[in-house]
């Protein structure tokens, strides 16, 4: 089952948790000294906020899926929808491994499409900052377009990262 994924920035981490521990009535599932997110069942989502050196608000959206079946199908879904595709298989980001997709709505709106196999004891990877600026897992770049196929079946099991 998919579930929605919000990633927020935000200035004080820990005023942000007391507060979104009290909307939610839950306490995070993973906190560390510059992030904590929630995995919600009602409403089900996986909500993230982070103090990663970028302005506060929204970062970005996201569909998380159990498998990488279902992330091959929602990258052909958003290569119907005519957005560009960035894949990004193996990564280390947010404390967490996944295999991901990114592309852009018409507004300029990041969203992130990724299957977490595993987790991870750092934001991202000493070598490589998640695909990304380094402040939080999004494209550096405007992603260039790109088979979503071709894309998926870099990510195998045979292939080492699904």
């Known amino acids: 089952m998919n579930r929605f994924h919000v990633h927020l920035n935000v200035s004080d981490l820990d ?17 560390k000294g510059d992030y904590a997110k929630w995995m919600l069942e009602d ?16 970062d970005h959206l996201g569909i998380q899926v159990d498998s990488g079946d279902e992330l091959a199908a929602l990258g052909k879904r958003l290569d119907a929808a005519g957005g560009t595709v960035e894949p990004e298989p193996d990564a280390t980001c947010c404390y967490a491994r996944s295999d991901k997709m990114w592309t852009e709505d018409p507004q300029g709106t990041r969203w992130e499409t990724f299957h977490t196999f595993g987790d991870a ?42």
């Open 43 to 58: 409403p089900r989502v996986n909500f993230a906020i982070s103090t990663t050196g970028r302005t506060p608000g929204i």
């Open 121 to 162: 004891v750092t934001y991202h990877a000493a070598e490589a900052t998640c695909a990304t600026d380094g402040a939080a897992c999004s494209p550096r770049a405007t992603p260039a377009p790109i088979a979503t196929e071709r894309a998926a079946s870099r990510c195998t099991p045979a292939a080492g990262c699904c």
């Open 15 to 31: 005023r942000s948790i007391r507060f979104y521990s009290q909307l939610f009535a839950s306490e995070p599932a993973v906190v």
